[in-house]
């Protein structure tokens, strides 16, 4: 049987459900499963961490781990897979994920593969399955080493709600903190909105919107489904929206249940970002535009006279 | 009259004038060379329609008054020229007569008659135009002390001589001529006075003075006239209106077979023109000596600003500040120039390298401080052109100003390493793969998909290659055109093929916008692939494309015949390869594009193909043909951004829309993109549909 | 301070990839400097044009790789290192890593510049684990680099909750994201200037170690199989009276894709 040590994704206190979707994975592995919580106050997320689908939570809860940093973090993940003796090590897709998994790789003498969407073990041998050339190839790749760490691709792998784990906290030593890189401040850019990574309806605003008027009346419409508020590259540039709501092949990718791209042209490396999402509904203008080559409905017409409508249409259907 | 006062004032005038005209001369001696020597017949045809013709003021319909106005005075001028010499002679032989033109032939009757009925007009022209400068005050028009004061001077010019003949009339016949004075009276055709109705009238003016006062005021009026030609004279090269000299020279040594100067081929490997920053125009020194000329020239109407759609939208871009700026430096740094030259003579290719070096530094000093671009012209100036040539369409003296503009962008470039920095991406582009979009070359064909059409590469033999485009290949409106244009030459059983993923961006836009490395890379590149495949006949739907294949691959070994898809799909539908069995509805009118219409004279086939397939026939814009204006996508400009002022494309599509018609055909795919575009802002694209002839055609063709 | 920037060669990601037999087609390729290498060579450029940084280039690869040093040059890059070894054709992220590393101990860097990925793997490890093997503070992601003083540079980072500013204390590792800055276009009195320069190749053994020591031989993963990536088709587009159609797909999303 496998040993597979997920790390969890907390934000704010709050466990995103890419910790879920890891563990269920794992379980149909017929792994054993671990988390490794790090952060502040993360004790308290313990019960939640088994409900996910773990049977090991191993704990850093320590007020200098509150904000992120690759030293210390790095090291809480390998002193965690040494002690579960893990085969596998998977992180969720997250900046932090990324930062760390090399780092711990690199001390377990392990091989690292990113962005993976599908993971097979046969005996002890392990494949990986991931994108490649922004997304136009996929690479099956051997594993030659005895561990794999990883960090699995946004929406990869689907959650069980039916498993459950175990509680049977571990408590992990507090590395000491890295003086040599300090997060000094964060701009924390429109808190209190919707995680894109972690929301299940995507609503993305793209030039087709023009300006300030047209992306508050796509804001609406994501608030009234409780979705998270993206932008394509072009309203980013163009100063209307943040970094983090980009979504793209440079930005964030998301694999919602439905995406909605307002005004959004299709560029390849916008869809590059989104083509993971089950269902995709596109409204724009130009009835050529080559996000209609991978919408499954699309709305040839004005996202200010069709949002409305569909506003109306939403609550209508969902009362 | 006076041979010892008249000696004086000639001698003293013409040493004046000689000294100010060899400093002139000198200068323009100093500037860089180029041959202008060829094709002599050629040049005088166009400086006796243009110049001494003045096509471009009377021939042109709008200011038609006023262009009428210049041209009498002008040619007033042309006329008094023999009246000015005989003034001169009289002031040495009492009844000097020019040869040809005494009294014995009926020349010099007729003379005498068009020479009083000209200065009649002259003057009636100079009041007019005092009236227009300082009552109407057309916006164009830049009223400075020296235009009022050189138009004072021909009034006084013409009444002088008027008043000069009127006295003579009165003593001769009133006062019974008690000097002797020298008059016509040829038996055969009558007292000179019968021709001579405006001196006759004039005369009456002052008919009340005696002899003495008339006699007085004769001689006032000679000298007055000759004082004042003389001073006009040496007045001329001092301002704008030293056109008066070199408006005939400028316009004989204009450019030939094509509108104007072609872009240099830079050596890009040339170390010394990097060390002495020659590779485009980076000082004034570097002007060539027609480009002085051309600064010399202006005449300060500007008629170029007025249909400059940049200035037109609010763009500091103003052509006739841009020559007078250019001007001002070059005769501020006139002496140094001057120096520096002779001083560049010196240099011997096999001399001493110490010295060479001294020389050099020299030089160096000689150079002005101001740099051409920044001092002198401001860079948003610069980057506003669109290189439409409308400006030059207009230009009364044929003054060259796009290539200056070029050159100056080449040493922006190249040299001084500053640009707009959205070109970057389309340089980038270009050099990745091969068009500005920087899509995957490897898609350049797929537009071709399941339409059966050949590769040169799988076939070469054949008629024509269809030289497709950048925005043919990959703008999804553009391809449409591509694919029509297809289906008409298929009709026609045209046997054709393209390049597919062989082709490249002709390099058009790099090369308006000053980058000589990226234009001769691609250049290099298609001329290779073109001439292993030995094409002969080129077909373009791109203007662009045609005027860089057909008037610039030349320079670098690309020899081909290059037709625009308009010409081809006129010739087809007249010898009747093509039917056309439906006709488009509605109105419709035709925006002339700047390239195939300004650069290429095509502007007949267009308006053919349209007759022939509109129902109601063909409404002209205002802005049409020759003086079309620009949709604001040339020079470049499609790859940058339009910050300053209004859209032009927008301006443009306010134009069309105000004609009320349902269609606007065009024949290039920038004009289609950005009127297209234009109507989308006024919200009119459903009213009025932007659409490539090729369209219209094969949507109507049977 | 002395900067060192790793760049790579990769395929140009704008053309389409065809697979056949599991194996990509090279045929009709061309290749590129990676972008976010682009993007660290002009964040070291702008460096030494404002703190006066000396900057050097390494690559690793085959001769192929002198156009794009060249490029490098022309955007003013000052010295250049190619690592050119036929040993290295299995190398994995890991064994680049320990060539870096081998490269960074030769030198006396203060700082090392890579791109957070490569656009051929898009794995975005290799730096990181550079920064593991010499025991440095790394820092991913990085949107701008301000230098405080010899010692510490300031930089922002986009992370999970917001842009970070983090302080380090040198010598570290930065990965750059494309939102840095825009590369520069080599510029031609560049382009001509670096024809004349030298690259200094070198092979592992030139280099001090072997394919052995810097794990060249072994992998830790290998790719077994490319395979084309599945494309997404295009569903029903709806063109008419806005009122109409809108309720038309928002019913099908309810009914036929249950979203709702």
């Known amino acids: 049987m496998a040993k597979i040590l997920v790390i969890a994704d907390i934000k704010e206190g709050v466990l995103k459900g890419s910790t879920a979707e890891l563990l269920s994975k794992a379980k149909t592995l017929s792994a054993q499963t671990a988390v490794v919580a790090i952060g502040s106050n993360v004790e308290s997320l313990v019960a939640d961490l088994a409900a996910a689908g773990s049977d090991t939570q191993y704990i850093a809860d320590d007020k200098s781990l509150e904000l992120f940093s690759a030293g210390p973090y790095a090291a809480c993940v390998v002193a965690a897979a040494q002690q579960f003796e893990a085969d596998m090590i998977w992180f969720g897709f997250s900046e932090a994920g990324k930062a760390v998994a090399p780092r711990v790789a690199a001390q377990l003498n392990a091989a690292c593969a990113t962005e993976i969407i599908d993971v097979t073990l046969e005996g002890e041998k392990i494949q990986v399955v991931r994108p490649a050339i922004a997304g136009k190839v996929i690479q099956r790749i051997q594993v030659n080493t005895q561990t794999l760490v990883a960090v699995v691709r946004a929406g990869a792998f689907a959650a069980n709600p039916g498993i459950t784990g175990t509680q049977n906290m571990v408590k992990l030593s507090i590395p000491a903190p890295d003086l040599k890189a300090v997060i000094k401040q964060i701009l924390s850019d429109a808190s209190g909105e919707i995680d894109l990574a972690d929301a299940d309806i995507v609503v993305s605003v793209g030039r087709g919107a023009r300006d300030q008027a047209g992306i508050d009346l796509v804001r609406e419409l994501a608030r009234d489904l409780s979705a998270g508020f993206g932008s394509s590259r072009a309203m980013v540039d163009g100063g209307f929206m943040a970094h983090n709501k980009q979504v793209g092949q440079t930005g964030k990718i998301v694999a919602p249940t439905l995406y909605m791209a307002m005004g959004i042209s299709g560029a390849i490396q916008h869809l590059a970002g989104m083509t993971g999402s089950k269902t995709i509904l596109a409204v724009n203008k130009d009835p050529e535009a080559p996000i209609f080559n991978v919408a499954d409905y699309g709305i040839v017409g004005d996202l200010f006279e069709v949002i409305p409508i569909l506003r109306q249409e939403i609550k209508k259907i969902r009362g | ?702 | 301070m002395k900067i060192l920037t790793t760049v790579k060669r990769v395929v140009d990601v704008e053309l389409n990839i065809h697979i056949e037999n599991g194996a990509i087609v090279e045929d009709g390729l061309q290749y590129v400097i990676n972008a976010w290498d682009e993007n660290g060579v002009e964040a070291a450029v702008q460096l030494k044009e404002k703190n006066g940084a000396q900057t050097t280039l390494v690559s690793i690869g085959g001769q192929d790789n002198t156009d794009m040093i060249r490029k490098c040059y022309a955007m003013g890059m000052e010295d250049a290192i190619l690592i050119d070894d036929p040993a290295l054709v299995s190398a994995d992220a890991f064994a680049f890593a320990r060539i870096l590393q081998t490269v960074y101990e030769k030198g006396d860097y203060d700082l090392v510049i890579t791109g957070k990925q490569a656009q051929d793997t898009d794995s975005g490890q290799t730096g990181i684990i550079l920064a593991e093997y010499l025991q440095l503070p790394c820092v991913s992601n990085v949107i701008s680099i301000e230098v405080m003083d010899e010692a510490h540079i300031r930089v922002s980072r986009l992370g999970d909750s917001g842009t970070e500013i983090v302080e380090i204390t040198l010598p570290a590792v930065v990965t750059v994201s494309d939102s840095i800055n825009e590369p520069r276009l080599p510029a031609m009195r560049g382009i001509m200037m670096a024809k004349k320069k030298k690259i200094q190749t070198l092979d592992l053994a030139a280099l001090g170690t072997s394919a052995e020591a810097v794990g060249g031989a072994a992998p830790k993963s290998e790719i077994v199989e490319f395979m084309k990536s599945k494309t997404r088709k295009a569903g029903q587009k709806f063109e008419g009276d806005a009122a109409q159609i809108t309720a038309q797909v928002v019913e099908l999303l309810a009914n036929e894709a249950k979203v709702f």
Request: charged share 20%.
């Open chain 2, 1 to 702: 009259m006076n041979p010892l006062l008249m000696s004086l004032l000639l001698v003293v005038g013409l040493a004046v004038f000689s000294r100010t005209m060899v400093v002139k001369l000198r200068l323009l001696m100093a500037l860089e060379p180029t041959g202008r020597a060829d094709h002599l017949l050629e040049r005088l045809k166009n400086m006796a329609i243009i110049a001494i013709g003045q096509k471009r003021l009377v021939g042109r319909k709008k200011e038609w008054a006023s262009g009428m106005m210049h041209a009498l005075i002008f040619w007033g001028f042309c006329v008094l020229i023999l009246r000015s010499l005989t003034l001169y002679g009289e002031g040495f032989v009492h009844g000097f007569q020019l040869p040809f033109l005494g009294e014995e032939h009926l020349v010099g009757y007729l003379y005498v008659g068009l020479k009083d009925i000209m200065e009649g007009l002259v003057l009636a022209m100079v009041i007019y135009a005092l009236f227009r400068r300082a009552i109407l005050k057309p916006s164009r028009m830049h009223n400075t002390r020296e235009a009022y004061l050189v138009l004072c001077m021909i009034a006084v010019l013409m009444i002088s001589d008027l008043l000069l003949d009127g006295a003579r009339y009165n003593l001769i016949v009133l006062h019974h001529n008690p000097g002797g004075l020298d008059f016509f009276n040829n038996p055969r055709y009558g007292s000179e006075f019968l021709w001579t109705p405006v001196a006759v009238g004039v005369a009456s003016l002052i008919s009340g003075l005696g002899a003495d006062g008339t006699k007085g005021v004769l001689t006032a009026m000679f000298w007055l006239h000759i004082i004042t030609q003389l001073s006009f004279l040496n007045l001329l090269p001092l301002g704008k209106h030293f056109h008066v000299i070199t408006a005939l020279p400028n316009v004989f040594l204009k450019s030939l077979g094509y509108p104007h100067e072609k872009t240099k081929v830079l050596d890009l490997e040339d170390e010394a023109a990097w060390e002495n920053e020659s590779l485009g125009l980076n000082h004034i020194h570097q002007l060539n000596w027609k480009q002085g000329l051309d600064l010399y020239t202006c005449t300060e109407c500007g008629r170029c600003k007025e249909v400059c759609p940049t200035y037109i939208t609010d763009k500091p871009l103003n052509l006739l500040e841009f020559n007078d700026s250019l001007k001002k430096e070059l005769l501020a740094t006139a002496d140094n120039l001057i120096k520096r030259a002779q001083l560049a003579a010196t240099i011997k290719v096999d001399g001493d390298p110490g010295q060479i070096e001294k020389t050099r530094a020299a030089m160096a000093e000689l150079t002005s401080q101001n740099t051409l671009v920044g001092d002198v012209i401001l860079p948003d100036t610069l980057w506003a052109c669109t290189t439409c040539r409308a400006c030059e369409q207009v230009c009364p003296v044929t003054i060259e100003h796009v290539p200056r503009i070029i050159a100056m962008r080449q040493g922006q470039t190249l040299m001084a390493e500053t640009y707009p920095k959205e070109l970057n991406a389309a340089f980038k582009g270009l050099e990745r793969n091969g068009n500005p979009w920087g899509i995957g070359y490897d898609k350049r064909a797929d537009w071709a998909e399941g339409l059966g059409v050949k590769r040169m590469a799988d076939d070469p033999d054949v008629d024509y290659l269809l030289w497709v485009g950048c925005a043919g290949s990959f703008d999804d409106r553009s391809k449409k055109v591509s694919v029509s244009l297809v289906k008409i030459l298929q009709k026609a059983g045209i046997r054709f093929a393209i390049l597919g993923v062989e082709e490249k961006c002709t390099g058009d836009f790099a090369r308006r916008a000053g980058n000589e490395m990226m234009y001769q890379m691609m250049a290099q590149e298609n001329i290779e692939i073109l001439n292993n495949y030995k094409v002969k006949k080129i077909i373009a739907a791109c203007p662009h494309c045609l005027n860089t294949l057909k008037h610039e691959y030349p320079q670098m070994g690309g020899h081909y015949e290059v037709i625009h898809h308009t010409r081809l799909i006129d010739g087809l539908i007249q010898s009747g390869k093509i039917r056309l069995n439906t006709k488009v509805q509605g109105s419709l009118t035709y925006h002339d594009p700047c390239y195939l219409g300004r650069y290429n004279e095509i502007y007949d086939s267009p308006r053919s193909i349209l007759q022939s397939v509109s129902q109601q026939g063909l409404t002209e814009l205002d802005r049409h043909g020759p003086e079309s204006f620009c949709c604001g996508a040339g020079g470049g400009r499609m790859w940058m951004e339009e910050t300053i002022g209004k859209r032009i494309n927008r301006e443009r599509a306010q134009e069309i829309a105000g004609q009320n018609v349902s269609t606007v055909a065009v024949g290039c795919p920038f004009c289609l993109t950005m009127i297209e575009d234009g109507m989308k802002e006024l919200n009119k694209e459903e009213q009025i549909r932007t659409q490539d002839i090729a369209e219209l055609v094969a949507k109507n063709m049977l």
